[in-house]
């Protein structure tokens, strides 16, 4: 029996968010195995490690990142496999190399005892769609360089996800293009990139820093702010603090609006694509209120 032999064993891919996950999958098809190695609805900058992450980095030929200061878990993480078994560190895809980042020339602070985000330019990059675009080529140059014989079928996989993506997108802005404008006030940071792309406008962020709860004094100065400026939506994720946030709705009249920040953190959310569906659908209900 020499079939088996001729049928290329999978790549296995660990990806470090769920979000990574679906774009790997829509690149490497049948030919990868992917998994998450964070759940969407943790804090995506928390710290710790999980020993399933060990066996998932462990075995894997590719790993695909976030990237900058958003897995603080992952260097350890790393380490930790490498001594399990010296000499297998998978091949790494840092997907923030393939984007223009937002807020990279902020000044930041670093601090040594809480880990510190976005220290060296906003991290959620994959919630602007057209960022798919340049992570989905790295993904099929990388995995075509683990694979070579497989790079035509990499990039045709990656052609029909886009012409997917191109369709939805044009109905994603009809839907949000009577909103343009809209001034906004976030709970964590998170939607820079979509708001950029759906023409939203942050005003300002409910934490004082990112990953920093804020002071009494700072929500005070908060809630004047968006009264003077007429903000009436905060947008949030699953895992915001809700009793300052309906702290700052009850002083402001401001309405708390929860998005996904990434795939599966809402159970509509099952792929890249029905993230944007979900969010977009949510937002469009609730500033037409
Ligand atoms: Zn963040």
């Not at 099952?270 to 209120?289: E, G, K, M, S, W």
Request: hydrophobic residues 45%; proline residues 8%; without cysteine.
């Amino acid at each position: 029996m020499l079939l088996p032999l001729l049928v290329a064993a999978t790549i296995t891919v660990a990806a470090t968010t769920t979000d990574l996950r679906d774009l790997v999958a829509a690149v490497g098809g049948d030919r990868v195995r992917v998994e998450s190695l964070t759940h969407p609805r943790h804090d995506p900058h928390a710290t710790e490690i999980h020993p399933r992450q060990l066996t998932l980095l462990g075995g894997a030929d590719v790993l695909v990142r976030i990237g900058l200061d958003h897995e603080p878990w992952l260097a350890r993480a790393l380490r930790a496999t490498t001594r399990a078994a010296p000499g297998a560190a998978p091949r790494d895809l840092d997907a923030s190399r393939a984007v223009t980042l937002l807020d990279a020339e902020t000044p930041r602070l670093r601090a040594d005892r809480r880990p510190h985000v976005h220290a060296f330019g906003n991290t959620h990059y994959w919630l602007d769609p057209e960022n798919a675009r340049p992570i989905t080529a790295r993904i099929a140059e990388t995995l075509g360089d683990v694979r070579p014989a497989d790079r035509a079928l990499f990039a045709a996989n990656r052609e029909r996800f886009l012409r997917e993506l191109d369709a939805r997108l044009v109905r994603w802005r009809a839907a949000l293009r009577p909103y343009a404008g809209t001034r906004v006030v976030v709970a964590h940071d998170t939607w820079p990139y979509f708001a950029r792309r759906f023409d939203l406008v942050v005003v300002a962020t409910v934490e004082e820093q990112p990953g920093i709860p804020p002071s009494p004094r700072y929500l005070g100065a908060l809630i004047t702010r968006m009264k003077e400026a007429g903000v009436v939506t905060i947008l949030a994720e699953p895992g915001a603090p809700a009793a300052v946030l309906a702290r700052v709705a009850t002083g402001t009249g401001a309405r708390v609006v929860t998005l996904a920040p990434s795939v599966g953190a809402d159970p509509e959310a099952t792929d890249y694509l029905t993230l944007f569906d979900v969010n977009v659908r949510r937002l469009a209900a609730a500033l037409a209120r």
